[in-house]
């Protein structure tokens, strides 16, 4: 009963002392990535850097106690914190004032109630309706996008924000001429070292290394006197109970916020989660992961900190580091929590401009550019809603681009099933077997049959499609006595679609061609006789197979030899 309530308890009480080692060196490693990451998607997000931390401790824990997933390292994540500066910025223009603030924190509470009822009312489906050319489309312009945002950071202009790319880059066309060169220099700097780091020593905790690095220089080198951008006193302690703004208004304006939000992190969190889980042999639950990712979400709203999902980075390094259960994930906030206690004052003299460099970095591997070579090899229609929504994104936002990336999904999904695949068949000799013509020139067609075989579950939205391509050959064969389904493919069928085929069926015999179907699954077979097709067609409903048809129907005895 308590491993239902609190599903760590599963890996709690079996826990083996063989993975504590692994799970400790993995924890340390996360919280080494977590702590400036998080700091910089803060600022992102147009909170105080302090934020992130709050968000990598108690959300972190949370989600590692209900959480499915053995290695999603959840905290702030620059996709999220995009949509939050985006959205919540519009509602109240002092991006970090007192009142952005409090609205963020709402914000973290309507996603995390918004993650925990839809996986309560067990909408973890969702999931599976978007396609994978659309994330990556998606998540190529939002990198991009992030990535442009902190160009202010590097540059030491003051931008104000922008949320699509023909914004963003136009903002820092017409500032760059005041760019301040101290910063540039500090932010191309960093940039450089983190590239080569992560080329000759990837395992190496490189932000965590560069960050150090930036705050000693800014201190020895006095930079805050030459104008360099610091993140300044950092609280310390431990995250406060906060104080969200709790008025309807707020609640209603965020909304659409908070669905983006909710849809976007849970999707960036499973996808990785299924990734680790595949390589590892066990089950992630997309309903479980939506409870524990809103639940983290709640704690990040009501502890002072911002929306939280699972990072792929920080999750693909957490696997590769070792982490066996999330006992790494407990350690990793406990780190963090031991750097708000002790560490904060270290962060005074932390140039913006290094966090803004980290974010560049860390987004820069999320721009992919095999998919879409390999979607337009193999499927052109994928590749180019990849293109779509990839443009879609820069063009629009990240709001809107989620949105339209889940528009195109179902878009895709509903034109594929209204368009079944629908082949004539034809009788290949020596094999005993059907196949289709289109592929197969020297099957042999009957004269007085037309074989049809439907790759899909018949349904309202593709009855229209199979009437016009049973029109289009029935011309073309005037002789055709006879139209045998083949319905081998088809899985279900609704009652739509049945009253259809028997307004199909009806208007045909007055052209003196009739209806038989062959290899039509229990399932179906019960529906269609549900509706009365046993009186209607009596056996020719119930043929085992094509060739069992054909001569019963009297229609191949010349042509087709028994197997």
Wanted: proline share 5%.
């Amino acid at each position: 009963m308590l491993a239902r309530i609190v599903p760590a308890w599963d890996w709690l009480r079996g826990y083996r002392r063989a993975d504590l080692a692994g799970d400790l060196a993995a924890g340390a490693v996360v919280a080494v990535m977590l702590v400036p990451q998080s700091m910089a998607y803060a600022m992102l997000a147009g909170l105080p850097p302090v934020a992130g931390l709050y968000a990598s401790t108690a959300p972190l824990a949370a989600y590692a106690l209900f959480g499915s997933s053995r290695h999603l390292a959840v905290g702030p994540v620059a996709m999220v914190s995009l949509v939050v500066v985006a959205k919540c910025s519009a509602i109240v223009p002092e991006v970090g004032s007192r009142d952005y603030v409090r609205l963020v924190l709402l914000l973290s509470l309507m996603v995390g109630v918004l993650q925990v009822a839809f996986g309560l009312l067990r909408m973890g489906f969702i999931v599976n309706f978007l396609s994978h050319a659309v994330i990556s489309g998606f998540t190529s312009a939002a990198a991009v996008l992030i990535a442009l945002s902190q160009l202010k950071h590097v540059l030491g202009i003051p931008l104000p924000s922008h949320h699509t790319a023909l914004e963003l880059l136009t903002a820092t066309a017409r500032g760059i001429g005041a760019t301040h060169l101290p910063t540039l220099a500090v932010g191309l700097g960093s940039i450089a070292a983190l590239v080569l780091l992560k080329r000759l020593a990837p395992r190496f905790p490189s932000a965590i290394a560069v960050v150090v690095a930036g705050t000693l220089g800014a201190w020895l080198l006095g930079l805050e006197g030459r104008g360099v951008s610091l993140v300044g006193k950092v609280p310390g302690g431990l995250p406060g109970l906060s104080a969200p703004d709790l008025s309807l208004r707020g609640a209603a304006l965020l909304l659409p916020a908070a669905l983006t939000i909710a849809f976007v992190a849970f999707i960036e969190a499973i996808s990785i989660a299924q990734v680790i889980a595949v390589k590892e042999r066990y089950r992630v639950s997309a309903n479980r992961e939506l409870v524990a990712l809103g639940l983290a979400n709640i704690v990040a709203g009501l502890l002072s900190g911002m929306p939280v999902t699972g990072g792929v980075s920080r999750t693909a390094v957490n696997h590769q580091a070792g982490a066996r259960t999330p006992l790494a994930s407990l350690v990793a906030a406990a780190l963090v929590l031991l750097t708000l206690l002790v560490l904060t004052p270290l962060f005074r003299f932390l140039p913006n401009a290094v966090l803004g460099a980290t974010v560049i970095v860390a987004v820069a591997g999320l721009v992919d550019l095999r998919t879409p070579r390999r979607l337009f090899a193999v499927k052109r229609a994928d590749g180019w809603s990849l293109v779509a929504a990839f443009v879609g994104t820069l063009a629009l936002g990240v709001g809107a681009g989620v949105l339209l990336g889940v528009g195109l999904s179902l878009l895709l999904f509903i034109w594929r099933t209204a368009h079944p695949h629908t082949a004539e068949l034809g009788y290949v000799e020596g094999t005993g077997v059907f196949r289709n013509v289109a592929r197969f020139p020297e099957a042999k067609t009957f004269p007085h049959a037309l074989i049809v075989r439907v790759d899909a579950s018949l349904y309202f939205a593709n009855m229209s499609f199979l009437e016009d391509w049973l029109r289009r050959h029935l011309h073309e064969r005037p002789a055709v006595k006879w139209v045998i389904m083949d319905m081998s493919g088809v899985n279900d069928i609704d009652a739509v679609a049945v009253e259809s085929l028997e307004r199909l069926m009806d208007g045909y015999r007055q052209h003196n061609i009739q209806f038989a179907f062959a290899g039509m699954k229990g399932p179906v077979r019960d529906l269609v006789a549900r509706a009365g097709w046993q009186e209607r067609l009596g056996r020719r409903i119930g043929y085992v197979g094509i060739e069992q048809a054909l001569h019963d129907l009297g229609v191949a005895e010349s042509h087709l030899a028994p197997s």
